[in-house]
């Protein structure tokens, strides 16, 4: 099993930024792609950024240029940077990993951005 927590979360003003960080521990060898996912109330979790072992990267239309995902590999850690933050990017967010075919989540972290 692999477990997968997430901080950093919390309250900002739009046009401010996050750094959202996500530890993986327990059964972590070989691990595969990390992601982030996000769940806007009352919408289903959408696709947000992803960051494979070699380092490939690709992110959802709407945070493109805005957000940011890199992984440290020796501390088995995914960040997300998230600048130019918009109302409409609160959610929870989720991280993600990948293991064997498998997919494992955290528990979430709820961003919030104010008008």
């Known amino acids: 099993q692999v477990q997968l927590v997430e901080s950093g979360g919390g309250l900002v003003q739009a046009g401010g930024s996050l750094r959202l960080s996500c530890a993986a521990s327990g059964r972590i060898f070989m691990l595969n792609a990390m992601d982030w996912y996000r769940q806007a109330p009352g919408k289903e979790r959408d696709f947000t950024a992803r960051i494979t072992n070699g380092g490939t990267t690709n992110y959802a239309d709407s945070v493109a240029g805005r957000f940011t995902i890199s992984r440290d590999g020796a501390k088995d850690t995914v960040y997300l940077q998230m600048n130019s933050l918009k109302p409409e990017d609160t959610a929870v967010y989720y991280c993600?990993?990948?293991?064997?075919?498998?997919?494992?989540w955290g528990q979430g972290t709820q961003v919030t951005v104010s008008p």
């Open positions: 993600g990993a990948w293991q064997y075919g498998s997919h494992y």
